[in-house]
């Protein structure tokens, strides 16, 4: 497997525009985690699925973030409109449905708003 | 409420000499205990993890921690240093076993191997 995919690797974008983030997770993992790593913040947890189901989504920081899974293999977090304070690396992982297995991480998303 | 704390933001050893990373967590109830690291522009990759038993942890690339429930300590060890072992490294605790968002990760230690 390719482990965990995200793309892209690199986002430029100005203050305002709408920010689409995707991942697609190890095949056969049920779970699905979004993670934002700043700085300031280190990596903290936006949200996470579980068969494709939003289980906790208490970490978006604002109504602008939103992410779906419309299927077992591709996610998406969007940001509209984005802000500069949304500039970081955003990281998806995948984990399987069983007592807490490593989560596999992406290389990440660094994103800059400008 | 869970924490996790990392002493040291930055670490520098010799190559060849020991690592120690040091983690210490506040928990409630008996904790699950990970170690991450990050190499650059990479992902976060699970070193080893600490949930019942052994209290002697081994990992991936020689790396090693034991759990100490007196001393709420989870350091992270590695003989001796090689250079492909720069990287952050994360301390990471949880309280529930198959609770993900309740995974508390730590600030990070930058480790610098010097040759």
């Known amino acids: 497997d390719a482990g965990v995919i995200q793309s892209p690797r690199h986002e430029v974008t100005e203050m305002g525009q709408e920010v689409t983030l995707r991942c697609k997770p190890i095949?056969?993992?049920?779970?699905l985690f979004w993670y934002r790593q700043t700085m300031m913040r280190g990596l903290e947890l936006l949200i996470y699925?579980?068969?494709?189901?939003?289980?906790?989504d208490s970490g978006m920081p604002e109504d602008r973030f939103s992410a779906k899974m419309p299927n077992a293999s591709f996610s998406t977090l969007k940001i509209q409109p984005s802000e500069p304070r949304d500039s970081a690396v955003y990281f998806c992982?995948?984990?399987?449905?069983?007592?807490?297995?490593?989560?596999?991480f992406g290389q990440g998303t660094r994103l800059t708003v400008v | 409420a869970q924490s996790v704390t990392q002493l040291g933001s930055h670490v520098s050893v010799s190559e060849g000499a020991l690592v120690l990373l040091r983690c210490n967590y506040s928990?409630?109830?008996?904790?699950?205990l990970f170690w991450y690291v990050q190499y650059p522009n990479q992902g976060l990759q699970l070193l080893l993890k600490?949930?019942?038993?052994?209290?002697l942890v081994k990992g991936i690339n020689g790396f090693e921690a034991e759990f100490k429930k007196s001393e709420t300590s989870f350091h992270l060890t590695k003989p001796s240093a090689h250079m492909s072992d720069a990287a952050e490294y994360f301390c990471?605790?949880?309280?529930?076993?198959?609770?993900?968002?309740?995974?508390?990760f730590g600030p990070g230690t930058s480790l610098s191997v010097i040759p």
């Open positions: 992982a995948s984990s399987r449905d069983s007592e807490y297995t490593e989560a596999f």
């Open positions: 095949s056969g993992h049920d779970y």
């Open positions: 699925f579980n068969n494709n189901v939003p289980i906790d």
């Open positions: 928990s409630s109830v008996p904790p699950y």
């Open positions: 600490y949930t019942t038993g052994a209290t």
């Open positions: 990471a605790v949880s309280d529930m076993k198959t609770s993900y968002d309740k995974v508390i």
